[in-house]
């Protein structure tokens, strides 16, 4: 009974073989940092026990299916560095124990304000949202202010110890596209093991987001790192961020801030 299939740091080529869909146990499947190209495997919405999908790096394209729905027990996609693209699928909203979103690096649109956040601001287990350098526009949205995760602690007997089998490779506070993203030695600087190792974080940096820093803001008192940089951000930066006692990296460089800078 196969549980987990890894075979990242390689050199595969070509497509992403058929045939996820056969594994009526499998919970992990990493396949990153290789040459795969081609569509994502359709069959893998049938996979419906999977918790893990890791394919960053690699040469992907098309689009992020709306059958994605079909995994829910689903916790860390990670489909960065690739070239999907298109809107996010709103269902991804139903996805209730997913923790991680690693979308980094990709070409997907969508306009995180209004109504479409309903499905990333009432996840009640996401706390690592990694949406940087993709071609998002729109408002910052106030409902993501509220995610569960980032504003009330859990309680001590509540905090996810999860091990993760296969390490997940986390965004270090220093950018990955300044770095080299896929060199061995720069990725195992930033596993983890541990789900409750992560730093809550939120990386929107490289898109086009644009109007105000809304002051709810404020309200994530759990969150570890903001980066906001490289958008069309154009108001102060409000006062209520001082609120953001755990905070330990603030990145709003490359926008068109103005004001003082309040010193707390």
């Keep these: ?99 991680f979103m690693l979308l980094h690096t990709n070409k997907l649109r969508t306009r995180i304000t209004g109504s479409v956040p309903i499905w990333l601001a009432t996840l009640p287990s996401l706390f690592y949202i990694n949406v940087s350098v993709n071609l998002i526009s729109g408002e910052f949205p106030k409902e993501l202010c509220s995610l569960p995760m980032l504003v009330s602690r859990q309680p001590a007997g509540q905090v996810d110890h999860e091990y993760l089998e296969f390490p997940i490779f986390a965004q270090s506070q220093l950018r990955a596209e300044s770095l080299e993203y896929n060199s061995l030695s720069y990725t195992q600087s930033l596993q983890y093991n541990y789900v409750s190792y992560f730093p809550p974080s939120i990386y929107l940096h490289n898109n086009s987001i644009n109007g105000n820093i809304p002051k709810e803001i404020g309200q994530l008192k759990l969150l570890h790192v903001l980066d906001l940089g490289v958008n069309n951000f154009s108001s102060s930066i409000p006062d209520q961020i001082s609120n953001l006692k755990k905070l330990e990296t603030l990145d709003v460089s490359m926008n068109h801030l103005y004001g003082n800078i309040q010193r707390h």
């Design 1 to 99: 009974m196969l549980l987990a299939i890894g075979f990242s740091f390689n050199k595969f080529g070509g497509n992403i073989s058929p045939g996820l869909g056969n594994y009526l146990k499998l919970q992990v499947f990493r396949a990153g940092y290789n040459n795969r190209s081609g569509l994502l495997p359709e069959d893998m919405y049938d996979a419906t026990t999977l918790e893990q999908i890791a394919l960053p790096v690699n040469s992907l394209y098309g689009v992020i299916s709306d059958r994605i729905i079909n995994l829910t027990n689903l916790t860390v996609p990670d489909l960065s560095s690739n070239g999907l693209s298109n809107m996010l699928p709103i269902d991804i909203g139903k996805l209730s124990n997913l923790k």
